[in-house]
T-cell receptor, first 113, second 112 residues
Framework: EPEVTQTPSHQVTQMGQEVILRCVPISNHLYFYWYRQILGQKVEFLVSFYNNEISEKSEIFDDQFSVERPDGSNFTLKIRSTKLEDSAMYFC???????????FGSGTRLTVV | QKEVEQNSGPLSVPEGAIASLNCTYS??????FFWYRQYSGKSPELIMSIYSNGDKEDGRFTAQLNKASQYVSLLIRDSQPSDSATYLC????????????FGKGTRLSVIA
């Protein structure tokens, strides 16, 4: 069964450093998303991406965040200057479109120290 | 008002029983509804989707939707210890590919 692949699985970074989280969506999917989940909290929407541009973003997705699809397969989330409160699981998700649910990747656990 | 609300649990049921998980949503024009299962430390896994009022069955799972009451439920028949997880209700408020909004989840514990 096709999978959404995320790397790394765990990243520890110092406050103020830049991190890039990587995702390879399912190949025939067209819509891509980043969500995050702080420990014990709900899954929160960050940004959606379609046709090589951001289609929607949440209040969480401020100027510290950016997304890119640098080639035909990868989809990245960059956090420019990490804060302690950015510590969370970050999930990439994709969907073929329509009203199909998302397929989530296995996540990257980001720990900011 | 919270957009998608779930009882956080834990909901404990004996093995073989029916587990009933409930979810309410605030936006009346919401169009599609999803149940995800999330094991501790893992990513959400899609179990069921439902778009029309009524019941939808898939194996041991039945999703129920009542748009007039803004209520979605998930029934798990013949519950197994492996069903022990957090169940997330997600709502697509505007249809199409607009972002899903998740509830906080209900933790289910199936006791052997």
């Amino acid at each position: 069964e096709p999978e959404v692949t995320q790397t790394p699985s765990h990243q520890v970074t110092q406050m103020g450093q830049e991190v890039i989280l990587r995702c390879v969506p399912i190949s025939n999917h067209l819509y891509f998303y980043w969500y995050r989940q702080i420990l014990g909290q709900k899954v929160e929407f960050l940004v959606s991406f379609y046709n090589n541009e951001i289609s929607e973003k949440s209040e969480i997705f401020d100027d510290q965040f950016s997304v890119e699809r640098p080639d035909g397969s990868n989809f990245t989330l960059k956090i420019r200057s990490t804060k302690l409160e950015d510590s969370a699981m970050y999930f990439c998700a994709s969907t073929v479109g329509g009203n199909y649910g998302y397929t989530f990747g296995s996540g990257t656990r980001l720990t900011v120290v | 008002q919270k957009e998608v609300e779930q009882n956080s649990g834990p909901l404990s049921v004996p093995e073989g029983a029916i587990a009933s998980l409930n979810c309410t949503y605030s936006d009346r024009v919401s169009q599609s509804f999803f149940w995800y299962r999330q094991y501790s430390g893992k990513s959400p896994e899609l179990i069921m989707s439902i778009y029309s009022n009524g019941d939808k069955e898939d194996g041991r799972f039945t999703a129920q939707l009542n748009k007039a009451s803004q209520y979605v439920s998930l029934l798990i028949r013949d519950s197994q210890p492996s069903d022990s997880a957090t169940y997330l209700c997600a709502v697509n408020r505007r249809g199409g590919n607009t972002p899903l909004v998740f509830g906080k989840g209900t933790r289910l514990s199936v006791i052997a």
